[in-house]
């Protein structure tokens, strides 16, 4: 609610997004590499791998960090 998530934003609108790999599990944490898609954009931005780590909070499972991994990104402002 605050704007404060420890999430590094896309910068486009989402399509799609898929969990590629658990990294690493337990009862109460996960690691996972998930893929964003983009919607098409004009700024150039395609794919990106995120590393994600969720919790477990009652019954539900929220991002707890997740950071860029690889990503052909936008290309350099000329």
Known sequence: MTGNIPVVPL???????????IIS??????????VVLPKPNKV????TLYVVI???VGPRWLID???P?????APAPS
């Open 44 to 47: 150039g931005v395609q794919a």
């Open 25 to 34: 599990s337990t009862k109460n944490e996960a690691q996972i590499n998930v």
């Open 11 to 21: 910068g486009v609108p989402i399509d799609k997004a898929a969990i590629t790999r």
């Open 65 to 67: 960090y997740a950071v």
């Open 69 to 73: 991994q690889a990503s052909p990104g």
């Open 54 to 56: 969720v919790k477990k």
